[in-house]
């Protein structure tokens, strides 16, 4: 059996130009495993140490990638992650978070300002997606090749999301109908009868939207469930239906929604927040919990997408 490679091309004066990176893990075995991967990822590993550490506002200045394992989303943990959030932030770092699915809606409450990539029990290909999406962001121009499929991966999930928006955008400023106002034009008796322009139509009945959603799902009983693959839309359904229904999502409910990886799910959500067509809404009463939901430009989309097979096939859809 052939061993998988999570290695990337290095120079041979990587050690030169070498991103730094320091990794925080309380188990031992898994802060020893990421400093190992980030090294042979041509990262420059200055610091390997326990979580708590963070919480100390004396803790030596960030690494220029930080890279944190918290499974447990315990007080001492989500301090920790609150503090670096903003140190992150601040200092124009980069995060990297990995969690776990009984973790993640709290992990994710507390990190709101550094844009982190937040992986779910991740495996260490992605890890290494991650750490590459890190060089790649990189603003000092310091950037190894990611490994040829996961460039390819990310590459197609950046044009699918755009053309997503870019439909539902279309769709939200194609010209309304013109008909005549549902009350009795008063004007001088021949004068012509004013057109106005239609409202934009209600979200369908989140009846209808569910039982969409629920025959999507039957597919995997009967095929490979990989052959649909749809998380964006599949999440943008979930979404649609809870906005009729003025219900709030979690993100490890949409992650359920997307029916792929969390971790898959995670950088769609990403993704579709800078599309434009996501956006996070934090818990009044719980600053600690967030939300995502649709923006309004996705869901006049949505509304107009459902209104327009209602009446006929989509032209441009």
Known sequence: MVQASYAYSQAANDAEVALSLA??????????????????????????????VLVDQAVQPLAEVVLVDCPV??????AALSRLDMRVAQSGAQLIVATTMEALDAVFGCIDQSGAQLLVDPSRADYAMALGRAKALSPTGRVRELAEQDRLTLLRLTEQVGEIAARLGQINTEPSRLEAPAITFR?????????????????????????????RQQRARFFDGDLFADPAWDMLLDLTAARAESKRVSVTSLCIAAAVPPTTALRWIGMLVSAGLF???EDMADRRRAFIELTDKAADGMARYFDALEEGPLRSV
């Open 23 to 52: 990794v925080f893990a309380d188990r031992p075995r898994v802060l020893a495993q990421l400093r190992e991967d980030a090294a042979v990822g041509g990262f420059h590993v200055i610091s390997a140490q326990a979580i708590a």
């Open 73 to 78: 989303a315990d007080g001492l943990s989500l």
């Open 187 to 215: 004007g001088a008796p021949g004068h012509d009868e004013v057109l106005v322009q239609r409202a934009r139509p209600a979200l369908p009945d989140p009846r209808m939207i569910r039982r969409l959603v629920r025959q």
């Open 279 to 281: 956006q996070r809404v």
